[in-house]
């Protein structure tokens, strides 16, 4: 039986296709799992309220920073539904302007660690030799740090910001993806589809992109899933020690940043930006479970 | 032998890996942007003065040779002069360190004695109220902000009951009336073989929320991987033979399943050892524990680079250190790990 | 015949799955006596392993018996608490698994094994296991056995492996041992030799042996009594050289001609048409009928016991028009 390249190609798109496949079946799977659900549903309504924070909250101009010094750590109340904090500033609104930067700066990291973390170990995979180990080396280092250290020392460096904390948080978080990857890779590259490729001419870097690249996605797309949480976490960890959104604008770390100096005298200001950050980190969590284990065949057995 | 070659190896790569992260932390603190010498000589400082900073700071040197004499430095000991304080850093972290690690391991003992039984009895009663209790305390205790956790438990324990005191490592009576001789920084340590009970008392209180805000995450993360685990060593034929043998509950599931299960689990301990050390940064804010997160923060914020570099690395040499040590571990518990 | 050691009755296991309830043992009968060795034979999911399972306590996770009654020394073991059954596992009734490699423990060594077990049901002095360890080891037939119990698992061969795990199994005297298809993942060669030492063990040591395979040439070397099942039923049983060279019920027979030891040459293998159920339905008659080629009317009736000679029972309409029992 002859191949010749355009049977390959053909077959070789089918990758993709076949992962579209894929993804549409393990959805079904991941609807029969009520937690992953409702923590999809309440992951939405933050981002609707992040989106649409400037319709939903009650005084958006406190949320941007407009002090209202007469009412100073008022007590939750019907005009201020979750209290005011140490300016007299709406603690809902700012909280939902506060999503903005809390989310976004989970989901960029880790789409961008994904982005770049995971053609980079898929290359060191595939590749070997001295480009797997350099890479990997490289990579090594940078797990070496403990990441919150790193972060933090990286950020202050460059400088106080909401992006460089991005940046920051980011560099931390790339090596899992290759590391991922990589393994994933190593072992596909043994596979006989593989080797068929190679034996036709195809250039490593189609391969790459046609079939290992897919089949490597699924596991990073379900680490994903779970490290967003894990990345609001820190970045709310960056913005409690100062080095991320600066005040007066809105952040669930700077918030409690504050607050840490007034609990006594007004603890909702405390309780409740801590409150978002855990209802999104365990949502993310819950999530990442779920998506998790429709990908693991044991899981689906009875019992 | 394959083992003992496995751990020198092991060894080697450590030791390059540290390399390497010296270079690298020794770079960042570079980056800085800012004078060191104007930080140094205060503003309105003489050329001569300025120059005399320069070259005592080393900075006329190129960037490799800095480095070279700085990892001299260090490792005899001498982690260079503070910018800010002009003390030397060696002295701080002879106070700083310890109470950071005093905070570390007591929370590591948390972690062992909550985090793994849970995830054991939660897989050994999968299903069940036992099981669904600890799978949502570990989720919560994995999403909490360390920091936030510390704060609740202030309010708590503190301002509401009045049971605990709210920060630092020791209250002023006892620090006046009962001081502590220091051998080790330890201060359980320091006062248990100095028999001053009342101050070990006193430590204790001052020790216990801390650690356990900074515990939770650690918590959570290893009752999550033993359960996870411990579920696929259950699903084993040899715990079916096992089982098959007539051994008893106690034997399968905390003699045979939990060694296989074991390894895992302790990898996440190293892993969260680490965190828990950078983790501790954010709840001595929060409890003014005069330990070396404090200590980093601070210095980042007066960009003191001498203690950031200083910091980081031991940090980073405990971290490469715990995960040799549990590479080294796996090696010795399961015999099949030779080459890899 | 004395006392059977074992009588199971009417034995019925389900399982609740996602796509319904599975019915894995319709209704078991089978006598176990002393030193006997009774063989178990049948296709890959007709409940071979699960009867072996359920004798022991052992039914994994979302099985539930129904009905039905294991008798052992007259004990029917499904009234008893757990606590029993711990002391009966290992001590009374041994089991030994198919695959060697993933039934011994790989972060303990063969000794270390031995003595958890011994140390459960007969704890003694430490020197003294040693000694029992070693014993045991020789009986098993193992080289060297002083080495073997500080080897881990996976330093020994396959055939090594199950020996150690007979020896394990017999460790504290067991009266009957389950060996569930205990050659099946071994070298042919290798499976001779641990048959042969079954064989051997059943008299030395006074065991009977339950022997669960689904191939008929083992039973034909090793059993002296065997049990046909299909579709968690037996559908025939009795002594080894009756049923297999006067096979009566229509899958004995039909087995036995698509054995390819009874086949001849150049003549085509002679598969049985049709599929094993899958055990969603559950049973009404006969559960051999659909791919029976001497169905009847009556066969969607469950089947009665017949006795076509003194100790070789078959559960067929085909049997019953003589004296109907």
Redesign the interface.
Known sequence: MTMNHEETSRQAQSAWGARFLEYRLMWRALRRDRLAVISLAIILVFVLAAVFAPSLAPYPDQALGKANLSEKLDPPSATHLLGTDDLGRDVLSRILYGSRPSLSIGIFVVGLAMIIGTPLGAIAGYAGGWLDQVIMRITDIFLSFPALLLAIAISAALGASFFNAMLSITLTWWPWYTRLARAQAVSLKEQTFIEASRAIGVPGFTIIRRHIIPNVLTPALVQATMDIGSAVLMGSALSFVGLGVQLPRADWGNMLNVARLYFSDGPWFAIFPGLAILLIAMCFNLLGDGVRDVLDPQSRRTG | MAKAEYIIRRLLLAF???V??SI??FV??R???SDPVALYVGPRAKPEAREAARVKLGLDRPLHQQYLRYMGEVLSGDFGISVRSRRPIIDDLKVFLPATLELVLLSMIFTLVIGIPLGVLSAAFKDTWVDHFSRIFA??N???????LA??L??LFV?QLDLLPVGGRISRDIAILSPIEPVTGFYLVDTALAGNWSAFRDALRHLILPSIALASYAIGLSIRMTRATMV?VL????I?????????RR?VYF??AL??AIVPTLMVLSLSF??Q???A??VE??FLWPGLGTY??NA??T?DFPI?VSV?LI??VF??FS?LFVDVLQAV????VSLE | MDQPLVIVRDLRLQFRTYAGIVHALNGIDLEIYEQDMLGLVGETGCGKSMTGLSILGLVPRGGEIVSGSIRFRGEDLLTKPESYMQQVRGARIAMVFQDPATSLNPLFTVGQQLETVMQRHHPAAKNEMRDRALELLKVVELPDPARILDTYPHELSGGMKQRASIAIALSCGADLLIADEPTTDLDVTVQAQILDLLRRLRETQGIAILMITHDLSVVAETCQRVAVLYAGQVVESGPVDDVLFEAKHPYTRALLKASPKRSSRGQPLQAIPGTVPSGLQPLEGCSFAPRCPHAMEVCSQPPPRASVAPAHAVYCFLYTDAEGT
Do not use: C, H
């Open positions: 390059l890996v540290l390497g992260v690298i932390t960042i603190a980056m800085v942007p989720v919560i994995v999403s909490m902000p360390v920091f936030w704060l609740l202030q309010l301002r696929e699903q084993q034929k040899y079916t033979a096992a089982w098959a043998a007539g051994l008893t034997t003699k045979l060694k296989n680490v965190w050390v950078s983790g940064m954010l804010i929060v980093l923060v980042i914020l960009i950031v980081a940090v980073t971290y490469v995960n518990i399961d015999p099949r």
